[in-house]
């Protein structure tokens, strides 16, 4: 089974720019989350998307956007970079929980490095 | 605020020794704990969890311990290896939540075994 792909890799961009960042998760798992890390700060939760809906937010101003397709596929936007949203950027997949006990493993792809100059 | 917290950036270990790579959480409301290890420009991989039922998973070299009471849980590897040396994630969530999917991380401690 293929893993979680990120694309692309790696990106530069300047400031006031706008990105778009792309997931395509391990094929059947429907819940998408997005993450940055920067060092120092571990990986912040971004937001997460079940059946192309966001179900949950974390704390980040509105120019982090995000969306699902019905194939799950997943994107996020930044628009207005500024200099601290250089970060990796991790996109996580998981299948759809079946019970209470389910084990939350979420599967992680292997990032986005966004250098904002 | 910092709900997970891993306290120790780093840590040297001789091979064939124990790790014991520590995380203190803050919210009680945290029923599912997680570690994860993260290779350079890799995402970082699952190794092993632990529900708020139990105090103790064990898998192979790697055993997980949760102190409810203190809020605290430690990841232990015997005997250590040189792959082992990565970055090691503490991740908690609450499973109460039906489809809360949000995992909240640790900022990490950085493994490295001496060979």
């Known amino acids: 089974k293929a893993g979680v792909t990120q694309t692309p890799r790696y990106l530069i961009k300047t400031r006031g720019q706008q990105v778009t960042l792309s997931c395509s998760p391990i094929?059947?798992?429907?819940?998408v989350s997005w993450y940055q890390q920067t060092p120092g700060q571990g990986l912040q939760f971004l937001f997460e998307?079940?059946?192309?809906?966001?179900?949950n937010k974390g704390n980040f101003p509105g120019r982090f956007s995000g969306r699902q397709f019905s194939n799950s596929r997943s994107e996020m936007n930044v628009s207005t970079l500024e200099l601290g949203d250089s970060a990796l950027y991790l996109c996580?997949?998981?299948?759809?929980?079946?019970?209470?006990?389910?084990?939350?493993?979420?599967?992680f792809g292997p990032g986005t490095r966004l250098t904002v100059t | 605020d910092q709900q997970v917290k891993q306290n120790s950036p780093s840590l040297s270990v001789q091979e064939g020794r124990i790790s014991i790579l520590n995380c203190d959480y803050t919210n009680s409301m945290f029923d599912y704990f997680l570690w994860y290890k993260k290779y350079p420009a890799e995402g970082p991989t699952f190794l092993i969890s632990?529900?708020?039922?139990?105090d103790k998973n064990e898998d192979g070299r790697f055993t997980v311990f949760l102190n409810k009471s203190a809020k605290h849980l430690s990841l232990h590897i015997v005997p250590s290896q040189p792959g082992d040396s990565a970055v090691y994630f503490c991740a908690a969530s609450a499973l109460s939540n039906f489809g809360n999917e949000k995992l909240t991380f640790g900022t990490g401690t950085r493994l490295t075994i001496i060979p």
């Open positions: 632990i529900s708020s039922i139990k």
């Open positions: 996580a997949s998981s299948s759809p929980r079946s019970g209470r006990a389910t084990p939350n493993e979420q599967y």
């Open positions: 094929s059947g798992h429907r819940s």
């Open positions: 998307y079940f059946s192309e809906t966001q179900r």
